[in-house]
């Protein structure tokens, strides 16, 4: 991927764990590597299709010095999603500080931290059928976009869908949203685990009712698997309402594993379950 390099911004800030750190504050170097696609801009010779220089370098510089940390792993995750939240031609960004002046007692150039963080694009399943299931449906992806590492949620059609599993309970309200997300696996689940618990979601029957569901269903084109986690989710080809609204945000998406096209999962399963999903209103 093509990049886009600052070394050695000097920015002086107030970040470290000892009080004199943060009332005198220290000298610190900043270093950038953008990722992006620079073709455009290469063929164009436009401005607009990339990343200003002078641009980048003071809004990086401003943000550095808008809080205090005690860590500079924190200020350097704060720069990194400043970054990628602010410029949106860049997919990826490396973020390396150095500390001339840290008090360390012993002769050295620096003391640093590198990081690097990208946007990730995740699909998330999510369904109701209890009280009012559209709004429980909206109030979970306002709580999705709230988060912060998350942005540029598209929403699919809604699809009210017949209970799998355990049957006597009413039917289901479904659709599938994409996300950008800087956040790992492990870390979304746990923030949608917290949103299905502030919306009262109640783990007492499998397959049982429930006010919201939500799953992981792809992320970008990683398999994963732990106690937590599953990734593809395990029955998502075998689900009729999760391939519909999927098929309306990215029909020829292939699945990770079974190399095949949502669109074809979706035909194959139309045959068989032609009446279980029907377009909500």
């Known amino acids: 991927m093509d990049k886009i390099f600052i070394k050695d911004l000097q920015v002086y800030g107030y970040h470290g764990v000892n009080k004199e750190e943060k009332e005198m504050g ?60 602010t410029f949106n031609l860049v997919n990826g960004v490396k973020v390396n500080i150095k500390k001339p002046w840290a008090p360390i007692g012993k002769p050295l150039d620096y003391a640093g931290v590198e990081i690097t963080r990208f946007w990730h694009t995740t699909y998330i399943g999510i369904g109701s059928n209890m009280g009012s299931r559209e709004e429980n449906i909206n109030k979970s992806i306002e709580k999705i976009s709230e988060i912060n590492g998350n942005g540029n949620i598209k929403i699919s059609k809604m699809y009210e869908t017949k209970p799998v599993g355990y049957t006597q309970q009413d039917d289901f309200l479904n659709c599938v949203i994409e996300m950008k997300t800087l956040l790992s696996p492990m870390n979304l689940i746990d923030e949608l685990l917290k949103i299905e618990k502030e919306l009262k979601r109640e783990r007492t029957l499998r397959w049982g009712p429930r006010t919201i569901d939500l799953d992981v269903l792809l992320y970008d084109e990683e398999i994963l698997s732990s106690e937590k986690l599953v990734v593809p989710h395990p029955r998502m080809q075998e689900r009729l309402f999760v391939l519909a609204p999927l098929c309306d945000l990215v029909p020829y998406k292939l699945h990770p594993i079974l190399r095949t096209r949502i669109i074809e999962l979706k035909e194959n399963l139309d045959k068989k379950e032609k009446d279980a999903v029907k377009l909500f209103n």
């Open 26 to 85: 220290q000298r610190f170097l900043i270093s950038l590597e953008l990722y992006m696609d620079l073709s455009m801009a290469g063929q164009s010779d436009d401005l607009n299709k990339t990343v200003n220089y002078a641009e980048i370098c003071e809004r990086v510089e401003a943000k550095f010095k808008e809080e205090k940390f005690d860590l500079i792993e924190a200020a350097a995750e704060n720069v990194a999603t400043f970054v990628l939240n």
